[in-house]
């Protein structure tokens, strides 16, 4: 019914940047928010960063000033910025949509991000 796809992840070095993608599609009217969570290996999943569609933003403390999150409400899509990297930043990114209205949550696949020299 709902779909959501992550894309843009991959290897960087530290201090690179990439920017990652996250479109979401199917049985949608609106979207009240959408959000980036990563996950470490052996970590609990962590919440990156949210924005709703009014344009309400909020991060984690260990990312703000050097991500960035953004979004398109007529695509359904929303970005992360992310510049500076760190190795501390190297996990699998995941999307979650929240659909308005019926306020579920739907997940990505998950891109992976690594940042290594």
């Known amino acids: 019914q709902v779909q959501v796809v992550e894309s843009g992840g991959g290897l960087v070095q530290p201090g690179g940047s990439l920017r990652l993608s996250c479109a979401a599609s199917?049985?949608?009217?609106?979207?009240?928010?959408m959000a980036w969570y990563r996950r470490a290996p052996g970590k609990q999943r962590e919440l990156v960063a949210v924005?709703?569609?009014?344009?309400?933003?909020n991060y984690a403390d260990s990312v703000k000033g050097r991500f960035t999150i953004s979004r398109d409400n007529a695509k359904n899509t929303v970005f992360l910025q992310m510049n500076s990297l760190k190795p501390e930043d190297t996990a699998v990114y995941y999307c979650?949509?929240?659909?308005?209205?019926?306020?579920?949550?739907?997940w990505g696949q998950g891109t992976q991000v690594t940042v290594s020299s």
């Open positions: 979650k949509t929240v659909v308005a209205g019926t306020g579920n949550g739907y």
């Open positions: 199917g049985s949608i009217v609106s979207i009240d928010a």
């Open positions: 924005i709703t569609s009014g344009g309400n933003t």
